[in-house]
């Protein structure tokens, strides 16, 4: 989509996202000034992906009947925005809680750069199967559809994604995303979630 701006006045910003050139036209009288602007459609994540600034963390679990897995996501002195996504075999939850305690922080996960090209790392850590002594408080909790059926291994269709809206997370914060098992068989399941940072 191209927008043309009409300024009564010669002088230009090239401040304008996706600024190309200026204009000048006059009616005989007075002169006005054409700035073309060019909206790119890319969005704050495809920015940062491009700017090697974007990351993935994900994880597939095996979990038994009944039970639940954990994943800590323990930040630094910025901020995190995240969208997450959560996929499973048979009906489950799926909790985030915020200001989490533990005493060990379990297996550390690798953030991937989306850019394959950039060298860039993230200083905020991951872990799964930590060690929790308070999950903290409750931000948001929802059911995880999965396959149909009394046992998980007989159902029908699998888990859908969810957690698409955006979290802006606190620096210097504990948080704990938390996958249950509501079946009464063993099932597979993951999370994963992209972010950047401040």
Sequence with gaps: MTRTFINADTSVSSSQPGYITGTNVTNGSTKFCLDTV?????????????????FIVSHIFSIAASTGVD????????????AFQV??????????????TVSANGTELTA??????????TAHKFY?????????????AFVVP??????????????LPRGGAEWVLAASTKYLCRLTNRSN??????????FYGN
């Design 87 to 100: 996929c499973t075999g048979a009906n489950s939850y799926f909790q985030l809680f915020e200001g989490a």
């Design 112 to 121: 991937i750069n989306n850019n394959r090209s950039a060298g860039t790392t």
């Design 38 to 54: 060019v909206n790119d459609h890319l969005d704050r994540i495809h920015a940062r992906t491009h700017q090697g600034k974007a």
């Design 146 to 159: 999965g396959g149909a059926g009394t046992f998980a291994a007989g159902g029908e269709g699998g888990g």
């Design 71 to 82: 994943v800590l996501l323990d930040l630094t002195s910025s901020t995190l925005h995240t």
């Design 185 to 194: 068989a063993a099932i597979e399941g993951s999370i994963s979630f992209t």
């Design 128 to 140: 799964f199967t930590p060690t929790v002594s308070n999950d903290g408080s409750t931000l948001c």
